[in-house]
């Protein structure tokens, strides 16, 4: 059995799972006491991994100390880091991991290595009061719809292909948009799409409970390309078409497993006509609509954190010896005690 | 024009995309799938979407009777308004008798119904929902396929395997006291329509999907 704990004790939470770092301290009453991030910005193109774990390299000294300054908690007041195990990127899932496996062993305190998804779920949890929800889980690297049953978080419905947050960002680079720190990919498409007005027909893929982004995304680059269609009803109608196949496939597990909420988690949540259209869903079916605050959406190590915590406090803690990374580890097959139901 | 509806309108099943009406229509029952517009889609795309599908079911209907596979009649397809008009199938759900049937039919009807799993493949067909509410047993003893509304057309494995999975899983929730039996008897007929050697690939699909769905207990 772990040793009891108060509100006075500290989980430090890394996550590094893609291009962000992020470094956090959590109480384990569930205070986010600090929550910081620094993102590896391409000049071009997409995430390179070796790439992106330099920069997380470069910037890990400095994340920590600003997260433990910012809590105004001592490392020595720690007594449980967390870290990202998995699924993502391996150069960079390592980086965090070994950083985290340094500080657990001179702190001298236990490991908890935390599933990144699950990570989204849980702090969207904490942060909206939501019990039992339907989660949607959106951003660059996950697509998933999933709800917890009999001790897992099970999968009702995935991406087949790239995750939504993956085809926006790729298309907003093939039509020459330029993401700014504090206004990514996601944002700069919203932005256009309040402003498109024509609707442009685009593939719409749901298979079964399903999605595949894959079409879309060509097709709406192929449209740009042909001159024939202002990129603001682009960025209007990819987004349209996208977020109806999301909210098909959400509303279709919440009517199947009839739970009393519906959680919007992950980086594309921070979308408002996403939001909107779950809102909708929502309130068809009764249930309470919550969505992850802006500061917690994207990846952070608050949600490692507090994931590390929950878990801990169920029993769990991971050996250094079995802290490798899990770059495949699915939603699914995360034993989840912590959790009611 | 609303193509003679009588005002005896009988809703029979209310489903997350389409509601399933009884109806007459030129004094024949029928039943009415109506795929009703969504609030959270802008209006041209809710359009688009529920035309497709209303297009799509009949479309595969007409090719699983074409495989051989009892499906219902076609009446009307109204493309724009999203409804379909098809032949109310007499008998009873499956769901309904399989517990209650003496083992040899229940065996029997669970090897046919196999059967017709097993054609629907072997004609790139994946039905999307097979539960044995969606399958209609006639006075004269055949199973009628009904709600084609999930399906997809595929020559691959791992659809097939997901379709025979859903049939299983249903067979386990709702009839748990003859769940493996019934099964066994539903791979069997699978094998008479496709053959040994696809349907020993298809049943290692479906060991390999059962096992993503389950774990080692403790980490």
Known sequence: MPAKHSEDSYCLGIESTADDFGAAVVSFDGRVLSNINDTYMPKEGGIHPREAARHHAEVAEKVLAEAFETAAVKPRHISLVAFSQGPGLGPCLRTGATAARALASYLDVPLVGVNHCVGHIEIGKLATGARDPVTLYVSGGNTIVSAFEAGRYRVFGETLDIAIGNCLDVFARAVGLQQRRGAPFGAVVEELAREGKRFVSLPYTVKGMDLSFSGLLTAAVHAFQSGQYSLEDLCFSLQEVAFSMLTEVTERALAHTEKPEVLLTGGVAANRRLQSMLAVIAEEHDARFCVVPLRLAADNGAMIAWTGILAYRSGVSTPIEKSYVNVKWRLEDVYAPWVEG | ?219
């Not at chain 2, 097979?130 to 791992?158: A, K």
């Open chain 2, 1 to 219: 024009m609303r193509l003679g509806w009588r005002d005896k309108t009988v809703l029979m099943k209310k489903g997350a995309e389409a509601s399933l009406y009884l109806e007459e229509w030129h004094d024949r029952k029928v039943v009415m799938k109506r795929r009703l517009p969504k609030r959270y889609r802008i209006p041209e795309l809710d359009m688009m979407i529920r035309s497709q599908r209303t297009a799509h079911e009949p479309n595969i209907i007409h090719r699983a009777k074409e495989a051989g596979v009892p499906t219902p009649t076609i009446f009307m397809v109204d493309v724009a308004d999203a409804n379909i008009v098809m032949e109310f199938v007499e008998g009873k759900q499956v769901k309904e008798v399989l517990d209650t049937v003496s083992s040899e039919e229940r065996l029997r009807l669970s090897r046919l119904i196999g059967r017709m799993i097993g054609r629907l493949h072997r004609h790139g067909i994946i039905h999307g929902d097979l539960t044995t509410s969606n399958m209609i047993l006639t006075p004269h003893g055949r199973v009628v396929f009904v709600d084609f509304g999930l399906s997809e057309r595929s020559e691959e494995l791992e659809p097939m395997g997901v379709d025979l999975h859903l049939m299983k899983r249903a067979l386990h929730s709702t009839h748990y006291k003859h769940a493996k039996e019934c099964f066994k008897a539903v791979m069997e007929g699978y094998a008479e329509e496709v053959g040994q050697e696809e349907t020993k690939k298809v049943t290692t699909k479906i060991r390999e999907i059962e096992k993503r769905g389950r774990y080692v207990a403790e980490r």
